[in-house]
């Protein structure tokens, strides 16, 4: 609907405005001492020869540069100390801009062209769609709706161009050689259009060199190096309807978002090769980053189940004051007969000694060096031990000094074919011939061949030495563990006439152990987020790029009244954009490298947790924040004339 107004002050004032280029010392003046007023409605033709400064008076006029000296006041407001959101706010409200070269982004559709001011004036999607078809069809473009500029004549571009400037309403057109790059009978349809426009009552300002368009406004006037030299009226300021604008809306931060990266995904579309091999980098950080993450997590719970397998009752005795008691090995206290004395306690319910030694073992013609341990039966149930073929060795064989051995699988892969039944075979160890009992699984991360027999063959059919290497023990379940191993130390210590032993706890191995995995996973994760540092760095390379490239489309959005907050957040999100879809296809790839890591290290599970992917997530998209930052801000805080003015 319509209202008619009359006698208001003008829609827009230049008062005695001037803009300088440069230093005191170098300036060069553009404008000098312009004053003018332009009322609501008036078809206004700014002429004058090329670097006169008509383009830089439109460009103050739309809010797009600031005077230097002077005020330009839009309905009463001074615009001279606004902000630069204040300004867009300005731009959206009041103006649209229509282009000599359209500057239509290409890779969006017509539709998606004309709708882009309302983005940024916070239009719901559906609302920004139905508008921007009803003014494609007011000028006469129904049907090519979904065409891109590319497959448009330069007459239809530059409709659509003008459907863009009213897409907020567009109550003030500025034109800048609207005709500029048409033909003659396709500028005067367009120049058609934009008088009709000021007939509805809007209020339209041309800048021109042609006298044949300056000839349909109402008012010309000439400006000759930076000065207005002229003001014609061809007719008097008339009593324009009075326009109903759309009413402003705002996106929720949600939705806004949304709608960045709608946008970044058309951008990244245009760019498929770039966007790929950018994202390559972010995939192999990332898959680094959640496999690293993986190992260190699969090596540590590994470690931790074979010492819950052993309990965390399991003590084990040690000759010498701690680990780093360098006269330990020359101990020779630690023996039997203290395993037979921890036997006696109440409350320890398995004790085995541990003597350790190396020997060759030898089956016909085959032959390995092979880690030896000499062991009683209860070692086996101490560390949580089950033969997966024949039988562990007996406190018979202990007591008679049987030369009874189990294996494990890496001396059965060594020593035997694959089809062959270890359990009964003989092996000789040394001089000493065995036969075997059972097979045990290899212990983790076992590379070696170990062979465990009794502890007394060692002592009286290998003649090695009389001491044992440990004692380990086992507390019964709900017994005071520190009570017991405290009688135990007052035991021993009374035995040997003096503490020469220490005792070590499968509970300090563990907390030793997560230890090491902890320095270990930080160790590989930096190693690993080196990687993702360098992929970080090919987004923030292609997203410089991006915004060099795109530096006109810039000043193009900024003219359609997008603010520094809706550059930064497009620019930001189309590095969000890579990093994420990097992030998922490295979680992915992680998936399907932990499902095949058996084959490639059985001995090490790669638990892929989630723990595993929420830092591989976190992981890219902070990757997208803090390498995307840099260019998105660049981006936002290009001049929109500066923008503009690079092709």
């Not at 001074?78 to 890779?107: C, M, N, P």
């Not at 003001?231 to 324009?240: L, Q």
């Not at 160790?523 to 987020?529: K, R």
Request: glycine share 8%.
């Amino acid at each position: 609907m319509k209202t008619t107004i009359a006698n208001e002050p003008p829609l827009l004032q230049l008062c005695a405005v001037a803009k300088h280029y440069g230093d005191d010392d170098n300036r060069t003046t553009a404008l000098s001492q312009i004053s003018l007023s332009i009322q609501r409605g008036e078809m206004v033709a700014l002429m004058g020869p090329s670097g006169s400064g008509k383009s830089t008076l439109l460009n103050i006029l739309g809010c797009l540069d600031a005077v230097s000296a002077g005020s330009y006041l839009i309905e009463g407001r001074d615009t001279q100390h606004l902000s630069a959101d204040e300004l867009a706010w300005l731009r959206r409200k009041y103006f649209g801009f229509v282009f000599q070269r359209y500057q239509l982004i290409t890779r969006q559709s017509a539709s998606d062209n004309v709708a882009l001011p309302a983005i940024y004036a916070g239009l719901p999607r559906a609302q920004r769609q139905q508008r921007a078809q009803a003014l494609l069809a007011r000028l006469g473009l129904s049907g090519r709706e979904h065409a891109l500029p590319g497959q448009l004549s330069g007459g239809q571009q530059q409709r659509v161009s003008i459907a863009r400037a009213l897409t907020n309403g567009g109550e003030v057109i500025l034109a800048d050689e609207p005709t500029g790059a048409l033909d003659r009978q396709t500028g005067a349809e367009v120049m058609a259009i934009l008088r009709d426009l000021q007939r509805q009552g809007h209020t339209v300002i041309i800048v021109t060199h042609d006298a044949s368009v300056a000839a349909l406004a109402d008012r010309v006037i000439r400006i000759c190096d930076g000065a207005m030299v002229a003001d014609e009226r061809s007719a008097p300021p008339g009593n324009p309807p009075r326009l109903n604008p759309p009413q402003p809306a705002t996106l929720s931060r949600l939705d806004a978002w949304y709608e960045a990266w709608r946008m970044a995904l058309a951008a990244l579309r245009g760019q498929p090769l770039r966007a790929a091999l950018t994202m390559l980098g972010i995939v192999i950080g990332i898959t680094a980053v959640s496999c690293m993450v993986g190992l260190g997590q699969g090596a540590r719970e590994r470690v931790v189940a074979d010492i819950k397998a052993m309990g965390y009752n399991t003590f084990t005795l040690y000759p010498g004051s701690g680990w780093g008691d360098r006269q330990a090995r020359f101990l020779t206290t630690l023996t039997a007969q203290d395993a037979a004395l921890l036997r006696t306690f109440q409350g320890i319910e398995q004790v085995s000694p541990l003597i350790n030694t190396s020997a060759v073992l030898q089956n016909g013609r085959r032959q390995i060096q092979t880690q030896l341990l000499g062991v009683s039966e209860h070692y086996f149930a101490l560390n949580g031990k089950q033969a997966n073929q024949g039988a562990l060795f007996t406190a018979e064989d202990v007591r008679r000094s049987h030369p009874s051995v189990v294996i494990d699988e890496n001396t059965r892969r060594a020593l035997f074919d694959p089809l062959d039944n270890p359990v009964g075979k003989t092996l000789q160890i040394n001089d000493v011939m065995t036969t075997v009992a059972g097979i045990i699984p290899n212990d983790s991360f076992q590379k070696n061949a170990v062979v465990y027999l009794p502890f007394s063959v060692l002592q009286m059919r290998q003649r090695v030495r009389r001491d044992v290497d440990a004692i380990m023990y086992k507390v019964s379940d709900g017994a005071d563990t520190a009570l017991i191993s405290a009688r135990v130390t007052q035991a021993v210590t009374l035995w040997h006439g003096k503490q020469d032993f220490f005792i070590f706890s499968a509970e300090e191995v563990t907390k030793a152990v997560e230890k090491s995995a902890a320095t270990l996973t930080l160790l590989v994760l930096t190693i690993a987020f080196i990687a993702l540092l360098i992929g970080g760095i090919g987004v923030m390379n292609m997203m410089l790029v991006s915004v060099t490239e795109r530096t006109h489309e810039i000043g193009v959005r900024l003219a359609l009244g997008a603010r520094q907050r809706d550059i930064l957040q497009q620019f930001l999100s189309e590095a969000l954009v890579v990093c994420s879809a990097g992030g998922l296809i490295g979680v992915l790839l992680s998936a399907l490298i932990s499902q095949f890591s058996p084959l490639l290290f059985d001995e090490i599970p790669l638990l892929f947790s989630p723990l595993s992917v929420a830092v591989a997530v976190m992981c890219s998209m902070a990757t997208g924040l803090v390498f995307g930052y840099v260019p998105a801000q660049r981006a936002a805080r290009l001049h929109p004339v500066v923008a503009l003015s690079r092709e």
